[in-house]
C-alpha cells in the first residue's frame, strides 16, 4: 500500500497545484470602450471604411469633442499600456475646467503606467483628414483603431487669375480654401468684388478638386481688378488666416496685337529679303537666302 501512496500524494498535489494557477492566473486580457464626448462612436473604428470621425481641433483647443477616448479595463497590474499613432495625436487628458490642451500638446507614441490599477484611458485627436491608426498594446494583446478628421471651417484662400485677357472674353478665375491646418474645405463661400468686367459665384467642382468661377472683361482695354474673400477668424496661437486674395488682370485687344505684330514680322521679312536680293546680285560667290 505503502508504494502507491507517494503517486497519488504526488498526483494530489499536482492537481491541486493546477487548481490554484487557474484561481490565481494572469488577469483576464484587456477590453476597450471607445467613446467620443462620452457616446459611442458611429462606427466601429476597426478598419480604414469604418474609421471614426474626429473634428479637428480647429480652436486650437483639443476638447473632449475632438477626441476620441479609449478606456482600458483588465490590465495586468503594474504594466505598462502603449500607443502608437500615425497620422493622429495622443494626449492623457483634454481639456478641462481652467486647463487647455493645445493642439501641439500630442505624441505620436505614449507609455501609460498603470501601477497598482487595472484601468488606463488615452485620448486620439488629428489634425489632418487622412486617415490615421491608432495601436493599442496591453497584456501583450494589440489592437489597432483608425480615425480620420473632418475638415474645420474656411481660414485660408488661394485664388489663380490670369494676368492678362482679351477684350470681351471670358476667363477662368480658380481656388482653393483650405482650414487651419490647410484640410481642404469644400463648402466655403467665396465673395468676389469686381472693376471693369463681371465675374460668377464660385463653384467647387469635385473632379478638379478646386473652386472655379467666369470672368467676362469688359470690352475696352485697361486694368481689371477683383478681389476675392472668405470670412475667418484668427485662432491664438496658429498662423494667421489667408482671407482676401487681389487680383490685378490686363485687359488689351489681344487679337488685334497680334494682327500688329504678325503685319510687322511681315514687313521685316520682306525687307531682309529685298536686302537679300540686293546682295546676292552684288557677291556672286556667297548668297543669303530668303525668308519665307
Do not use: C, H
Request: charged share 10%; glycine share 6%; proline share 3%.
Amino acid at each position: 500500500m505503502t508504494s502507491f501512496k507517494k503517486p497519488l500524494i504526488a498526483i494530489a498535489s499536482a492537481v491541486a497545484l493546477v487548481g490554484t494557477m487557474l484561481i490565481a492566473g494572469p488577469a483576464i486580457a484587456s477590453s476597450a470602450t471607445l467613446t467620443v464626448a462620452g457616446a459611442s462612436p458611429a462606427s466601429a473604428g476597426t478598419s480604414s471604411a469604418s474609421a471614426i470621425a474626429l473634428p479637428v481641433p480647429s480652436d486650437n483647443d483639443v476638447s473632449s469633442a475632438d477626441a476620441l477616448r479609449i478606456s482600458l479595463s483588465g490590465v495586468t497590474a503594474g504594466s505598462n499600456v502603449v500607443v502608437t499613432a500615425t497620422n493622429a495625436k495622443i494626449v492623457t487628458a483634454v481639456t478641462s475646467g481652467s486647463t487647455t490642451v493645445k493642439v501641439d500638446s500630442g505624441v505620436s507614441t505614449a507609455t501609460i503606467a498603470t501601477g497598482t490599477g487595472t484601468t488606463a484611458d488615452v485620448y486620439v485627436y488629428t489634425t489632418t483628414t487622412e486617415t490615421g491608426t491608432v495601436v493599442v498594446t496591453a497584456n501583450s494583446n494589440t489592437t489597432t483603431y483608425y480615425v480620420k478628421g473632418t475638415a474645420g471651417a474656411a481660414y485660408n484662400l488661394v485664388v489663380v487669375a490670369p494676368s492678362v485677357a482679351n477684350l470681351g472674353a471670358a476667363v477662368e478665375l480658380t481656388a482653393t480654401v483650405t482650414d487651419v491646418f490647410g484640410n481642404a474645405v469644400t463648402n466655403a463661400s467665396i465673395s468676389s468684388a469686381v472693376i471693369r468686367g463681371t465675374v460668377g459665384a464660385f463653384s467647387y467642382d469635385a473632379t478638379d478638386k478646386r473652386y472655379e468661377a467666369t470672368l467676362t472683361a469688359p470690352t475696352t482695354a485697361g486694368t481689371t481688378v477683383i478681389a476675392n474673400t472668405i470670412t475667418a477668424s484668427a485662432v491664438a496661437g496658429l498662423a494667421k488666416p489667408a482671407t482676401e486674395v487681389v487680383s490685378n488682370i490686363s485687359v488689351a485687344d489681344l487679337a488685334g496685337q497680334v494682327a500688329v505684330l504678325t503685319a510687322q514680322i511681315a514687313a521685316l521679312k520682306a525687307d531682309y529679303n529685298a536686302v537679300a536680293k540686293k546682295f546676292n546680285k552684288k557677291v556672286k560667290k556667297s548668297k543669303r537666302v530668303a525668308l519665307k
